[in-house]
């Protein structure tokens, strides 16, 4: 499904001021985004990677009580904005793809949501299958993955020290 992912990814990003991460060219490089409508080197795209073996595991067994079959994120990706207009878009270009079906949308930019519950980072999370034919040929269309869409404000402050105290705070729950 990450293939196919990846490419509906590209497609909503150029369609509304969507950013990808670039692969910085040296490791003290700060981070760095660049318009879909400007790609032209697929190698320069950093990529997400799938989630985690461990990370898998302790979600089944803590979260989902040993019900592997409720994972939904292990294949994700994110695409950054310079608006929240942007991400608006995006939204709508998103609803409007008739080859996905959204299943579930957390809005953690609603500035009711719970801020210290994920360590102060903000996004807007989007479950959804791909279902078209050749996801159905694979086999892989009833596959939940996860989008998120963030602010380029929020995704240059989203850092290893931020993760390491939010996976603190997770565990600790």
Not at 94 to 113: A, C, E, H, Y
Not at 147 to 159: G, K, Q, T, W, Y
Request: aromatic share 8%; proline share 2%; charged share 30%.
């Amino acid at each position: 499904i990450q293939p196919i992912l990846r490419w509906k990814i590209s497609l909503w990003g150029a369609k509304s001021n969507g950013m990808y991460d670039v692969v910085p060219e040296h490791p003290a490089d700060d981070k760095s985004y660049n318009l879909w409508t400007e790609c032209s080197d697929l190698s320069k795209i950093q990529w997400s990677e799938l989630k985690g073996t461990d990370r898998a595991l302790e979600k089944a067994v803590y979260v989902y009580k040993g019900d592997v079959s409720k994972l939904l994120d292990i294949c994700r990706e994110r695409i950054v904005f310079s608006t929240l207009q942007d991400v608006c878009d995006c939204l709508n270009v998103m609803r409007n793809d008739g080859d996905i079906r959204i299943i579930r949308v957390k809005n953690r930019l609603d500035p009711k949501s719970v801020s210290f519950t994920t360590a102060g980072y903000r996004d807007v999370a989007i479950s959804l299958r791909i279902d078209n034919a050749r996801s159905q040929e694979l086999c892989i269309h009833t596959h939940v993955c996860e989008v998120l869409l963030i602010l380029d404000s929020f995704a240059r402050i989203n850092n290893d020290e931020m993760h390491r105290r939010y996976i603190q705070y997770r565990s600790s729950r």
